[in-house]
C-alpha cells in the first residue's frame, strides 16, 4: 500500500491548499470568543507559554502510531464492498495499535448501516473508537441505535504508551450546521479530565470541527477548547467538514480530513479519499501522513 505525505497527496491531487490560521490571526466565527480569546492573545496555549512548562516536566512517553478516519455514511448494500476494501486496506498499516472513526458512520441513521458498520470495523484487525456523527441520529437519539450498537462510545478517554485520548460526543441531534455541544458533554469533561495528567502529551477526537475558522464549527467549540488550555494538547482530530484543513494554535495543530464515503463528496471540491496515519513520538512531537483509499478491487 503506498502512502504520501500530505504535501505530495496535494501535489498530485492539485487540491485547494490546507487553510492555515496563526494563533495570533484573528478569530471571526460569530464576533469575540470571550475567555477563549483572552487566553490565546496572552498566549496561554499548548505550544506557547504553557508548552515550555508541560516541557520541564512532561510525563514519560513512548512512541504510539494510530490511524484516524472519518465520515462513512453507509446507506446501503452497495456501500459494504466499499468499506471492506476500506478497513482491509487500514488493517495494512504497519505499526498501527488502534484507529478512529469520527462519525457519521451511518448516512442516514439505519440501524442496519450501524450495525454493517461495526462489522466493517473489525476487518481493520484492531481496537476501533468510534463518536456519534449528526447522521448517525437520523432514525433515533444518541441513546438509541447508535449508543445499542457502539455502548460507552460517546465521552470517553484513554491512554496507550503514555499518550492520552480524549473523545468527545459534539452533535446536537440530527443538526448539521449552527451546532452547540451538548451541556451532558461538558459535564461529562468537567468530572473527567481531573483523571488526566495534563503534562502527558494529549489528543482530543471530535465529528464537529473545532476550530473557529473551519465551517461548520459549533457555536461553543472555544467553551470545548477552553477546557484543554492547561493541557499539553498536542493535536486536535475531527471530521464532519468533508476536507483538509489546518488551524495553528501555538504548537498545537487541529486538522479536519476528507471523507471515505461512497455515497458522498467533499465539501472542499477534492475527489480523492483517504485516512490519516499517525504518530506519537516519545518526545510529545505528533505527525500525520495522508493516506489514499485506492478503492474496492472490480
Not at 60 to 75: C, G, L
Not at 121 to 149: I, K, Q
Request: charged share 20%; aromatic share 10%.
Amino acid at each position: 500500500m503506498g502512502q504520501f505525505s500530505l504535501s505530495q497527496m496535494m501535489d498530485s491531487t492539485r487540491a485547494t491548499p490546507l487553510t492555515t490560521t496563526t494563533a495570533e490571526g484573528a478569530i471571526t466565527r460569530r464576533g469575540a470568543m470571550g475567555r477563549l480569546a483572552t487566553l490565546l492573545a496572552m498566549g496561554a496555549w499548548p505550544g506557547l507559554t504553557g508548552c515550555i512548562a508541560h516541557r520541564a516536566k512532561s510525563s514519560p512517553a513512548a512512541a504510539v502510531r494510530f490511524v484516524v478516519t472519518n465520515d462513512f455514511h453507509h446507506e446501503e448494500a452497495a456501500c459494504d464492498p466499499w468499506m471492506q476494501a476500506l478497513f482491509s486496506q487500514v488493517a495494512e498499516t504497519d505499526g498501527a495499535e488502534f484507529c478512529f472513526a469520527l462519525g457519521d458512520l451511518a448516512n442516514s441513521g439505519k440501524r442496519t448501516s450501524l450495525e454493517n458498520m461495526r462489522e466493517h470495523l473489525r476487518l481493520a484487525g484492531m481496537p476501533t473508537y468510534t463518536t456519534p456523527g449528526n447522521h448517525d441520529l437520523d432514525e433515533s437519539p444518541v441513546e438509541g441505535f447508535y449508543e445499542e450498537v457502539f455502548p460507552n462510545r460517546r465521552n470517553y478517554h484513554f491512554t496507550q504508551n503514555g499518550w492520552q485520548f480524549v473523545v468527545v460526543d459534539t452533535t446536537e441531534g440530527t443538526a448539521w450546521k449552527d451546532v452547540t455541544i451538548a451541556d451532558d458533554t461538558f459535564a461529562w469533561l468537567d468530572a473527567h479530565l481531573a483523571e488526566l495528567d495534563p503534562s502527558a502529551p494529549t489528543v482530543l477526537l471530535t465529528h464537529f470541527p473545532i476550530a473557529a475558522d473551519v465551517r461548520m464549527c459549533p457555536l461553543n467549540a472555544e467553551s470545548l477548547l477552553e477546557r484543554f488550555v492547561d493541557f499539553n494538547l498536542r493535536g486536535t482530530f475531527s471530521g464532519h467538514f468533508h476536507g483538509q484543513s489546518l488551524v495553528h494554535r501555538g504548537e498545537t495543530e487541529m486538522v479536519t480530513n476528507v471523507c471515505v464515503a461512497r455515497v458522498r463528496g467533499n465539501h472542499d471540491g477534492t475527489a480523492f479519499k483517504g485516512y490519516w496515519v499517525c504518530d506519537g513520538a516519545a518526545d510529545g512531537t505528533l505527525s500525520r501522513t495522508f493516506v489514499p483509499f485506492v478503492g474496492p478491487v472490480a
